[in-house]
Nanobody, 122 residues
Framework: QVQLVESGGGSVQAGGSLRLSCAYS?????????MAWFRQAPGKEREGVLY???????NYADSVKGRFTISKDNAKNTLYLQMNSLQPEDTAMYYC???????????????WGQGAQVTVSS
């Protein structure tokens, strides 16, 4: 059984930083898969933030380039999202996802974490 467990959400002021972790089990990252971070703000659709593909390629939404970084610790089976220079518009529930066949399309991901709330105040 695949499990993704997120941690590290919280509240910060604008300009601050947070790091989200996604510990996964029962899942083997393959060369044809993606692991990704998505976010969803109230009243908005879920959107891709950044992903890492099985070949190591990473890609970022324009809104977070230069501020957010995705990384992966294979020994710990953990995916990370480092968020710097946070802004109020980054406020959302953040989800890690695994097993995606199309890295920006949430409906191709079969496995999801429970979500971690990030709130940024001005």
């Amino acid at each position: 059984q695949v499990q993704l467990v997120e941690s590290g959400g919280g509240s910060v002021q604008a300009g601050g930083s947070l790091r989200l972790s996604c510990a996964y089990s029962g899942y083997t990252f393959s060369s044809s898969d993606c692991m990704a971070w998505f976010r969803q703000a109230p009243g908005k659709e879920r959107e891709g933030v950044l992903y890492i593909a099985g070949d190591g390629t990473t890609n970022y939404a324009d809104s977070v380039k230069g501020r957010f970084t995705i990384s992966k610790d294979n020994a710990k089976n953990t995916l990370y999202l480092q968020m710097n220079s946070l802004q109020p518009e980054d406020t959302a529930m953040y989800y890690c996802a695994a097993g995606g066949s199309a890295c920006w399309r949430p409906n191709t991901f079969p496995y999801w974490g429970q979500g971690a709330q990030v709130t940024v105040s001005s």
